[in-house]
């Protein structure tokens, strides 16, 4: 498919992706969501796709996104909303092109520094960050606005803030065990 475009594939119910997913030399549109994929269910090439502009991965089961998402450099449109996410690689902060990130509902206490390197609070931009459960100080400045969040997260207090807390290793916040919300779930108990 060397001139594929655009490919959605969401509300498949899909519990992998077939080895060499990642081959498309001209994709500029993935849409993957409400599947039941994770992280490890990626294949080796998938964050290959430099042409890619737009990935949604939202309504899934990750609990991580590899750290290879940043060689995704034509990124604009990111979305992991309503995952289990516990953490976000630091190498989101290299997609320089990124101007919407979808991270609402997931299990997220902290933001890597490096996210502070986007252009996320521009009127051009977009960060939707609710549902998680955020460290008071992320907390606090969230219900003053997104924007505050992302100056904070650019400071130096920010900064030894995280590096103390992660360094500490606590235990992520418990998974939700109710995911009949997902509409491929409710899709796979209707069949």
């Known amino acids: 498919m060397p001139k594929l475009r655009i490919l959605n594939v969401g509300m498949n119910r899909l519990g992998s992706l077939p080895r060499g997913f990642g081959a498309f030399p001209v994709l500029e549109v993935l849409d993957l969501t409400y599947n039941n994929i994770d992280e490890t269910m990626l294949p080796g090439n998938f964050f290959m796709m430099e042409t890619l502009r737009a990935l949604y991965l939202g309504d899934n089961d990750f609990e991580y996104i590899p750290p290879e998402i940043g060689q995704l450099k034509n990124l604009q449109i990111l979305v992991l909303r309503e995952n289990d996410l516990v953490e976000l690689p630091k190498e989101i902060g290299e997609l320089a092109r990124l101007r919407e990130l979808h991270i609402q509902g997931n299990r997220l206490t902290l933001l890597p520094p490096e996210i502070g390197n986007l252009d996320l609070v521009s009127n051009k931009s977009v960060l ?64």
């Open 128 to 191: 939707k960050m609710e549902n998680n459960f955020w460290v008071t100080p992320i907390a606090d400045q969230l219900q003053v606005g997104v924007s505050h969040v992302v100056d904070f997260i650019r400071t130096e207090t920010y900064r030894i803030l995280y590096s103390r807390l992660i360094s500490t290793k606590s235990p992520p916040p418990e998974k939700y065990l109710d995911k009949s919300k997902k509409l491929s779930r409710i899709s796979a108990r209707q069949s």
